[in-house]
């Protein structure tokens, strides 16, 4: 997936700097619904990492409950865990 065409398609713009108040909640609500009906994990992982991006992602293990989603669930951890570890200590070699 690519991340400008997500984004225009949710939001109607490739920068969300650009994209007004109603536009953003309209997309989040959208974006939301996607990815509760999406099956393709891969794309489900995708949505769930640019809702992680707005703040309107839920948390792992309720997003990937269901047993076949474990590893989206393992990923999605991984994920927050890296992040968390970028933002506390950057991109150095610590």
Do not use: C, N, Q
């Amino acid at each position: 997936m690519d991340l400008d065409i997500l984004l225009h398609h949710y939001f109607g713009t490739a920068s969300l700097e650009e994209a007004d108040e109603g536009a953003l909640v309209l997309g989040k609500e959208r974006l939301a619904i996607d990815f509760g009906s999406e099956r393709e994990p891969g794309r489900r992982f995708a949505l769930w990492t640019l809702m992680d991006a707005l703040g309107t992602a839920p948390v792992p293990a309720e997003a990937f409950a269901e047993a076949e989603d474990a590893p989206l669930r393992a990923a999605a951890e991984a994920y927050l865990t890296a992040a968390w570890r970028m933002e506390r200590y950057g991109e150095g070699d610590e």
